[in-house]
């Protein structure tokens, strides 16, 4: 496949995203249907970001709960860009903002050092993280319909939308990753629910995939970067009024109005 050919596939999904009007699927304009060939068109995506002023902040992992997994039929993870303008400032975020958006309810882990050696083990992977956050991510996607496979997802950054973190800021030794248990309400009903587990087994067993991911492709995780681990539990579509709160444990919750 030519560079002129994945930068016309990077710029459909570009203009879907500031037009606001989905666009087909593109697994079919790619000829391989390859997962480098759509990390590729979004590296695209990234770059026209950061030439517009916006600058990367961490990296999201997608599709590590066997739950979103069986709602998107894939079987595998995926990573996607976190830039500036992501993050959700007091707790609101407009739905005009938004393109088919779903919620879902993670670990967010803040790094203290860059990660630029493989790693082994969550053990040593540990060594790396400053703290971990209470996270709620707002994905979205610029295909019509959420008609999805993994290559669609992956060029369209992993289907990144938006975020909140809560204030909170959680050594590890407080959480335990595989047993915690999460509680996602809306509008005071709760409608997710799952535990550590969900991702992977164990969310650090997801940073350790994307640490090493990033390595080989030779774009290593940064210090003070935020890497939202994966969703564990179902996601839920969202509209206009919609309010959201979320519970690990008996850590501080995390509110979101979409307005």
């Not at 039929?73 to 990573?79: I, L, S």
């Not at 938004?98 to 969550?122: C, H, R, Y």
Request: net charge negative.
């Amino acid at each position: 496949m030519s560079n002129t050919n994945i930068e016309q596939v990077a710029e459909i999904l570009y203009h879907a995203k500031n037009s606001k009007i989905p666009c087909l699927p593109i697994r079919d304009v790619l000829p391989s249907g390859s997962i480098e060939e759509a990390y590729q068109v979004q590296a695209i995506g990234i770059e026209k970001e950061i030439s517009l002023g916006k600058q990367i902040t961490g990296k999201k992992i997608g599709l590590t709960s066997t739950a979103v997994q069986q709602q998107l039929g894939v079987n595998e993870p995926d990573f996607g860009t976190l830039l500036t303008k992501m993050e959700i400032q007091n707790n609101r975020l407009p739905f005009t903002q938004l393109m088919q958006p779903k919620a879902e309810a993670e670990w967010g882990f803040v790094l203290k050092q860059k990660i630029d050696s493989p790693i082994t083990n969550i053990e040593a992977l540990q060594d790396y993280i400053d703290y971990a956050v209470v996270a709620i991510e707002i994905v979205g996607s610029r295909i019509k319909n959420w008609d999805i496979q993994i290559t669609d997802t992956v060029a369209d950054n992993a289907s990144a939308s938006h975020y909140i973190i809560g204030s909170q800021a959680i050594p590890l030794s407080e959480i335990n990753f595989t047993q915690c248990q999460m509680q996602l309400f809306q509008n005071k009903e709760l409608v997710s629910q799952g535990k550590g587990s969900a991702c992977m087994g164990n969310p650090l067993n997801a940073v350790q995939w994307l640490a090493n991911k990033m390595i080989e492709m030779n774009t290593p995780l940064q210090k003070g970067e935020l890497v939202l681990s994966g969703a564990l539990g179902q996601m839920i579509n969202l509209k206009k009024g919609d309010q959201l709160e979320v519970k690990i444990d008996d850590f501080q919750p995390v509110y979101l109005e979409i307005t």
